[in-house]
């Protein structure tokens, strides 16, 4: 089983910055892909980024790119999300999950969860 827990998130003023963090336990390396999603109130989940654990290649929603930076720290066991010029439609609780295989980017294609970290963005 992995176990993964968010954090870092917050209140910011439009323009401001966060870096999330998504402490991953157990067997962590079992997993191939590390991923952030976010979702807000009465939308679906949806894909920000996702890093391959092992080899961190990495890939973006293309409305985030250069914006959001995903990277890991394994020997912390760690992955994290750079969130820069940040607006008020990020606004969202952003998730960070686990799965089997890298390069799939559906809710459903991911098994663990961790429960959420708000991030809210005023104008």
């Known amino acids: 089983q992995v176990q993964v827990v968010e954090s870092g998130g917050g209140a910011v003023q439009a323009g401001g910055s966060l870096r999330l963090s998504c402490k991953a336990d157990?067997?962590?390396?079992?997993?191939?892909?590390m991923t952030w999603f976010r979702q807000a109130p009465g939308k679906e989940r949806e894909f920000v980024a996702t890093?391959?654990?092992?080899?961190?290649?990495?890939h973006y929603a293309d409305s985030l790119k250069g914006r959001f930076t995903i990277s890991r720290d394994n020997a912390l066991h760690t992955v994290y999300l750079q969130m820069n010029s940040l607006k008020p439609e990020d606004t969202a609780v952003y998730y960070c999950?686990?799965?089997?295989?890298?390069?799939?980017?559906?809710?459903?294609?991911?098994?663990?969860w961790g429960q959420g970290t708000q991030v809210t963005v005023s104008s």
């Open positions: 157990g067997r962590v390396y079992s997993t191939s892909a």
């Open positions: 999950a686990a799965g089997r295989f890298f390069g799939r980017l559906g809710v459903k294609d991911y098994d663990y």
């Open positions: 890093i391959n654990w092992r080899s961190a290649t990495t």
